[in-house]
């Protein structure tokens, strides 16, 4: 998706028609950006419990999740592998690879898939996805190049907020005030 250049409301409801995966980075989206050792040296975790519901009810529901590290994360693994089935590459996986792959094996394009990214290194997946977005705490260099910026920080409610808005938006999220009125 490029910059607007008219009504960019109209490419915002038009990308979120046919998205059919989501791709988040994991740090700074569904993280808050920080990286805490214990004092043995070992990454200390911590996800927001909103982001995971969210996950479990996406992939419910049928949507593709993927979640790309870009380094070794793997003491993430067990807190997402809980989420439901959702494709992990948390072990320092090219960004763009992992995004490859994760399209062929479930047969996707990239006007099917939003992706979150929060800084530079998450640019080329942005540059790809039908659907792109950052966290409101994304770098300005993100939040100019991007069809949606999330009202939420990354690692509190970022990724949430994305999943409602796709799944609202396709009639797919039955805790919305359009179902709660019949």
Request: proline share 3%; with cysteine; glycine share 10%.
């Amino acid at each position: 998706m490029q910059p607007y250049q008219a009504d960019p409301s109209a490419q915002v409801i038009a990308a979120l028609d046919g998205v059919k995966a989501l791709v988040l980075s994991l740090d700074g989206v569904l993280t808050n950006g920080s990286i805490t050792l214990d004092g043995e040296g070992r990454e200390m975790t911590a996800l927001f419990a909103r982001d995971l519901a969210g996950f479990r009810e996406a992939t419910r529901l049928g949507m593709k999740v993927a979640v790309i590290a870009g380094r070794q994360a793997g003491a993430f693994r067990q807190l997402l592998e809980a989420a439901g089935p959702v494709d992990l590459f948390l072990d320092g996986e090219d960004r763009l690879e992992a995004y490859e792959a994760f399209k062929t094996r479930h047969g996707l394009q990239d006007e099917e898939c939003a992706c979150v990214g929060d800084d530079i290194d998450d640019l080329e997946l942005l540059k790809k996805a039908g659907f792109p977005v950052t966290p409101i705490n994304g770098t300005e260099y993100l939040r100019n190049r991007v069809a949606y910026i999330s009202v939420f920080e990354g690692g509190r409610g970022c990724a949430r907020e994305i999943i409602e808005m796709i799944l609202d938006h396709q009639n797919r999220w039955e805790y919305s005030d359009k179902h709660a009125q019949g």
